[in-house]
T-cell receptor
Framework: DADVTQTPRNRITKTGKRIMLECSQT?????MYWYRQDPGLGLRLIYY???????NKGEISDGYSVSRQAQAKFSLSLESAIPNQTALYFC????????????FGPGTRLLVL | EDKVVQSPLSLVVHEGDTVTLNCSYE??????LLWYKQEKKAPTFLFML????IEKKSGRLSSILDKKELFSILNITATQTGDSAVYLC???????????????FGKGTKLSVKP
């Protein structure tokens, strides 16, 4: 079983709709991250959380919000989706005792029409 | 502004060739540099480099970090078609107080290995 899972894996939505992407992990890591990946731009950090009570903005947080419901769950929301949020979204986890390596989920491919 | 720059952006080689991928970085409170391999799915971890001048090896892959010149290289010897992927380099920034910061990713190098 995968250690980091994301749902849904693919999603098509319309401009203005609210959408939530979910991430769950069984690695027991405290730290979780949301990235988006666009062709030619690499991976960019949206939000990250170092524990349940900690939420931090990344470099491209505008238009997104997150919720850390539990140590194992970190959700990313698009309150009102727009076409330039079409991208591949990755969740990742890490832990200091694990060499701070970030482990990635399989990704969610989002298309906003 | 923190940045990580990889070169070349794309590379086409033939099986058996040796390739060197480059990564330069400017990261505030730099702690480590990480290399990932990404095929048509999520990135998978290759190496984390924290100390300068110490080569890390895994099979045909090796990597080294130069903290004075702020760069790292990833070498792949005797390339195979299965090495075709995007290779991502990322600088790990350490927050004040010593806790882990976040990764700053480069745009990646797309490697294509022809039979």
């Amino acid at each position: 079983d995968a250690d980091v899972t994301q749902t849904p894996r693919n999603r098509i939505t319309k401009t203005g709709k609210r959408i939530m992407l979910e991430c769950s992990q069984t690695k027991g890591h405290d730290r979780m991250y949301w990235y988006r990946q666009d062709p030619g731009l690499g991976l960019r950090l949206i939000y990250y959380s170092f524990d349940v009570k900690d939420i931090n903005k990344g470099e491209i947080s505008d238009g997104y919000s997150v919720s850390r419901q539990a140590q194992a769950k970190f959700s990313l929301s698009l309150e009102s989706a727009i076409p330039n949020q079409t991208a591949l979204y990755f969740c990742a986890t890490s832990a200091p005792l694990d060499g701070e390596t970030q482990y990635f989920g399989p990704g969610t491919r989002l298309l906003v029409l | 502004e923190d940045k990580v720059v990889q070169s070349p952006l794309s590379l086409v080689v033939h099986e058996g060739d040796t390739v060197t991928l480059n990564c330069s970085y400017e990261v505030t409170n730099f702690r480590s540099l990480l290399w990932y391999k990404q095929e048509k799915k999520a990135p998978t971890f290759l190496f984390m480099l924290t100390s300068s001048g110490i080569e890390k090896k895994s099979g045909r892959l090796s990597s080294i970090l130069d903290k004075k010149e702020l760069f790292s290289i990833l070498n792949i010897t005797a390339t195979q078609t299965g090495d075709s992927a995007v290779y991502l380099c990322a600088g790990l920034r350490q927050n004040y107080g010593g806790s882990q910061g976040n990764l700053i990713f480069g745009k990646g190098t797309k490697l294509s290995v022809k039979p």
